[in-house]
């Protein structure tokens, strides 16, 4: 799998600095991955449409990653319904939720899905 | 717990920021723009107002964003899952008999 982000090469204050340095778009690529399997996973920050709205004042520390659109191909969500596989990524997401991830637009659908129904 | 009552005595019930005449965020506004031609009784609280209220249904739920939707005493979800369910023809079937859902104004009790 390859992470596509912007994370920076270790610098000498070693591991954990990285992982602080990387973007919360990115945390939640490698999360989803791990724990849904996704065979499509795309992750689309939106943040900027709901700049300014109250709750998002609060979250200065964020970097401004709140609000995301997210798509997600995974066979575990196979015979499961909506609700619970947007559990399933809320799940996956808890400690960003935690953070100050804000909101997500989900569309959770299994592979068979989008061969029957492309889009 | 209070919750358990509203989500019991409101056959459809709305966790939401804002009120249904005027939600204060894009996505409580989407649900109630897909809900409101059903016309069925909305139940609504708005979370803004209260952060008790706000981690009280979070708990409740075990679901982490606003707007919660109930219809019959079931989390359904929030906006992405009801306009899914709109589109698909599940949202029909699900309001089908609620009382007030054929000649009732569109009624909002809050």
Known sequence: MVLECGEREMGSRGAATVVSQLTRASRMRSKLQTALE???LEIEDVSHQH???AAMREKANSNGETHFNLKVVS??????????????????????LQSGLHALSIVAKTPQEIVLNPK | MFLAYDVKDNPVML?????????QCGFSSLAIRVLKPY????????????????SAVKAFSHW???????????LVGGSDIILNMH????L??????ISGSQENKSEVNC
């Open chain 1, 38 to 40: 996704a065979s499509v």
């Open chain 1, 51 to 53: 700049a300014g709205h």
């Open chain 1, 75 to 96: 066979p575990k969500f196979e015979g499961q319904s909506l609700v619970k596989r947007h559990r399933m990524v809320y799940d996956a997401l808890a400690d960003e």
């Open chain 2, 15 to 23: 966790y939401m920021k804002g009120v249904p005449e005027l939600p």
């Open chain 2, 39 to 54: 016309q069925v009784p909305l139940a609504s609280r708005n979370i803004l107002e209260d952060p008790e209220l706000k």
């Open chain 2, 64 to 74: 982490p964003t606003f707007p919660q939707i109930f219809i019959k005493g079931e």
């Open chain 2, 87 to 90: 589109q698909n023809g599940e």
């Open chain 2, 92 to 97: 029909k079937e699900k309001l089908k008999e």
